[in-house]
T-cell receptor, first 113, second 113 residues
């Protein structure tokens, strides 16, 4: 069974721009969660989508948004990029939902200059 | 006090020894506990989860949970150089009707051949 895939793997953007990241979960998994990982803050939960609905949300500003499509693929959007948004963005899929027993994708490394 | 605390390490153990990784959490209502392994430059990989007090064994890995003392540990028997990685502890608790997942910052394990 194919694992979680994320595109693109690397991205360089300029302050003020916006970016869209994509995640395809493991086949059959309807839950997709997004995380930000930085050396200083570690792994932090952004939000979870389940059956096209945002089911849970972390403590990130509204510039961070997401959506999920009927085939469970998910996108995350960050608007008005700031230097501090430079991070590894990970998505994880789960069969059981929530943040239980998650399988992570390879991540998208975002650099904001 | 951090919600989930781990010693950052590095924890160095000789090949063949038992590596003991510890994680403490602050919320007594925490329900579910996970251990992820993250190799340098890679995404986290789920290796163990435990929901009830006591021990749970899977191959060379044993997760131990003590809710009264609010700690969860991971024992790796017969440590191998390939076990060298950062180990992340994740804790789920209910918060305002939502499940909240918090990751520790990880313990770096070095297995010395």
């Amino acid at each position: 069974k194919a694992g979680v895939t994320q595109t693109p793997r690397y991205l360089i953007k300029t302050r003020g721009q916006q970016v869209t990241l994509s995640c395809s979960p493991i086949s059959g998994h309807r839950s997709v969660s997004w995380y930000q990982q930085t050396p200083g803050q570690g792994l932090q939960f952004l939000f979870e989508y389940f059956s096209e609905t945002q089911r849970n949300k972390g403590n990130f500003p509204g510039r961070f948004s997401g959506r999920q499509f009927s085939n469970s693929r998910s996108e995350m959007n960050v608007s008005t990029l700031e230097l501090g948004d430079s991070a590894l963005y990970l998505c994880a899929s789960s069969l059981v939902g929530g943040q239980y027993e998650q399988y992570f994708g390879p991540g998208t490394r975002l650099t904001v200059t | 006090q951090k919600e989930v605390e781990q010693n950052s390490g590095p924890l160095s153990v000789p090949e063949g020894a038992i590596a003991s990784l510890n994680c403490t959490y602050s919320d007594r209502g925490s329900q579910s506990f996970f251990w992820y392994r993250q190799y340098s430059g890679k995404s986290p990989e789920l290796i163990m989860f435990i929901y009830s007090n006591g021990d749970k064994e899977d191959g060379r890995f044993t997760a131990q949970l003590n809710k009264a003392s609010q700690y969860v540990s991971l024992l790796i028997r017969d440590s191998q150089p390939s076990d060298s990685a950062t180990y992340l502890c994740a804790v789920i608790r209910n918060s305002g009707g939502y499940q909240k997942v918090t990751f520790g910052t990880g313990t770096k394990l070095q297995v010395i051949p």
